[in-house]
């Protein structure tokens, strides 16, 4: 599946929704929340402060958020959302955990998503992808991801990767949902 997906790299992103799934009219979207542990090879036991997070701006405006797109007919789920997070943010690594789902309104249309999210422990930023020249990526903290990210969905699906990583934020600092 790595050689798979590292080829999208130089291929252009899929476009155009011929080969969309939908579930009672949801559009099935999927995406990962990417991160690496910045001080630390730890990566069971590793603190939240020692993370980050890869956020992506929008195509249409600065809004910062995480690679997501559509899940297609011709795919897994797991390789679409390696996929979506190759042409979007340019990197590759190991799929770990689905965070969950979420249904939101589009903010474009009138239509509903239904999104899937993971968790992607990034081994690799590559240098060229097919939407470089349509986005950025920015490395950043969890508190920062909270405070920027425009959707509010992808932030619960960022608290969802918190509680999994089994870390509760700092109460002082960042209340978290991870609640017993």
């Not at 080969?19 to 979207?29: A, C, D, E, M, P």
């Not at 603190?47 to 011709?74: N, R, T, Y």
């Not at 920062?144 to 425009?150: D, I, S, T």
Request: glycine share 6%.
């Amino acid at each position: 599946m790595t050689l798979q997906i590292k080829k999208l790299a130089t291929s252009p992103s899929r476009s155009g929704r011929h080969l969309q799934r939908y579930n009672q009219g949801f559009r099935l979207v999927v995406g990962c929340i990417p991160y690496r542990i910045k001080q630390s090879n730890k990566i069971e036991g590793s603190l939240i402060e020692d993370l980050e997070v890869l956020l992506i701006s929008s195509q249409k405006s600065s809004s910062m958020m995480f690679p997501k797109g559509g899940w297609e007919l011709d795919e897994e789920i797991e390789l679409a959302a390696l996929r979506e997070t190759l042409e979007e943010a340019g990197v590759t690594g190991s799929l770990e955990h689905k965070l969950g789902e979420w249904i939101f309104k589009s903010k474009r249309q009138e239509k509903f998503h239904e999104a899937s999210m993971y968790s992607l422990l990034v081994t690799e930023e590559l240098d060229v992808w097919p939407e470089k020249d349509l986005r950025q990526r920015v490395w950043m903290t969890i508190d920062k991801a909270r405070q920027v990210c425009a959707r509010s969905w992808m932030k619960e699906a960022l608290d969802a990767f918190v509680c999994q990583r089994g870390q509760k934020a700092d109460e002082a600092r960042a209340p978290s949902p991870c609640r017993l």
